[in-house]
């Protein structure tokens, strides 16, 4: 299975940059796609930023101009560049990754976010 690893949270004020990343271990071979989702408290868990094998990202309407996801094959690695941080970013942010047909998802443990205003 893949194993999935985050790091890079912590506290910034509003405006700042933090840039998460997400190493991949395992059975890392065959994955499709990767990609981080975000989860605040009382608020629903949703998909902030993917990336596909080919390249493709995508992003919520929410951080969409403001976040940059990117990743580095040779290291296993999925990163999330997050600039111009809002109080409302605060959240848990998990890594994901798909591998195989159907897409079996693997979930990192998470990394806290907070930004303070």
């Known amino acids: 299975q893949v194993q999935l690893a985050e790091s890079g949270g912590g506290s910034v004020q509003a405006g700042g940059s933090l840039r998460l990343s997400c190493v991949a271990s395992?059975?890392?071979?065959?994955?499709?796609?990767m990609g981080w989702y975000r989860q605040a408290p009382g608020k629903q868990r949703e998909l902030v930023a993917g990336?596909?094998?080919?390249?493709?990202?995508m992003y919520a309407d929410s951080v969409k101009g403001r976040f940059t996801i990117s990743i580095d094959n040779a290291k296993n690695t999925v990163y999330l560049q997050m600039n111009s941080l809002k109080p409302e970013d605060t959240a848990v942010y998990y890594c994901t990754a798909q591998r195989g047909d159907p897409p079996l998802d693997a979930w990192g443990q998470g990394t806290l976010v907070t930004v303070s205003s």
């Open positions: 990336i596909t094998s080919s390249g493709s990202t």
């Open positions: 395992g059975s890392i071979f065959g994955i499709g796609a």
